[in-house]
Structures are given as C-alpha cells and as structure tokens.
C-alpha cells in the first residue's frame, strides 16, 4: 500500500525556516540554555505522530552537556486542549499516561495555556532549534518530570 502524502506546502514552509536558520545560527556550544528552562523549539514538520512545528518545550539534558554541546534534549508541551474529542467538547481521556506530567497555566503564567509534557515524545535537537527562553520549571515540577522520563525509558 502506497504512503499518501498531502502536506506539500507545509514542507516547503518548512525547508525555507529550516534554511533561515541555519543561515542565521552562529552558536552552537556557545549557547546555554540550562536544564528546566520552558523554550520556544522549531520542529519542523513531522513524520507519524511526532510533535511538531513552533511549541513550548522543557530542556531536559544536564547542564555539563548543555553548556558544552550543540545539541539539548527536549520534552515538548502540547496543550491541554488537545486532549478533547473536537466533535463532542468532552475529554479524551481523563488520566494522563504514565509519561506525561501537566503544568497549569496558574503557575507557569508565560505559558499560554495548561500544558502536558510529554516525555514519551522527548528529542534531541540543534541548539539552532531553541527561541526564547519563556519561563523556568520549579524544582518539584522538574522532580516529577524527572520521574516520567525514567519511568518512559525504563531506568
């Protein structure tokens, strides 16, 4: 069975932002983002169900590497929203998964809305990906996330 692909245009939206950015992007180790920071990251476009395009994500990766690498690893945010049937306006599903943490708006106030963190979907990305740095995760916050990423890789 042939794969149907119908996103053309948002590919080629995707590969002139990519181009910008590399066009642009002087760093590399030189650039520190720290360990529980909330970022701006540029994913692109997807393939299946990764998460992509302009989102919210939390660096996950220790700082020794952050500082010193021009990689970071990253746990996206999606909104909580995403988690409603769109036909009925009623949840999906009321529990998380076991690798997913929630984040509200009430106390993380630079994020634009409730947010879940996704930890089965973490990524190691260019610092070239990484905006702004939005707001910083607490340290109870970073313990419980800490948790979900073992839990999701096992260890």
């Known amino acids: ?10 590919v080629i939206d995707w590969f002139a932002l990519q181009k910008k950015i590399n066009e642009k992007y002087t760093g590399g180790r030189g650039h520190f ?18 998460k992509n395009k302009v989102r919210p994500a939390i660096v996950v990766s220790v700082d020794s590497n952050n500082q010193t690498s021009g990689n970071v ?35 993380y106030g630079k994020l634009n809305h409730n947010s879940i963190v996704q930890c089965e979907d973490v990524r190691i ?3 070239a990906r990484i905006g702004d740095v939005i707001d910083f995760i607490d340290d109870a916050d970073m313990k419980q996330i800490s948790k979900r990423l073992k839990y999701f890789f096992g260890i």
């Open 125 to 127: 990305v260019s610092k």
């Open 73 to 107: 690893a990253i746990v996206p945010l999606t909104k909580e929203e995403n988690k409603i049937d769109r036909t009925t306006g009623k949840p999906v599903s009321k529990r998380l998964l076991a690798s997913q943490y929630k984040l509200f708006k009430s106390k």
């Open 33 to 50: 983002f720290p360990r529980k920071a909330i970022v701006t990251a540029f994913l692109g476009e997807n393939v299946g169900f990764e």
């Open 1 to 10: 069975m042939a794969y149907k692909y119908n996103r053309y245009s948002e």
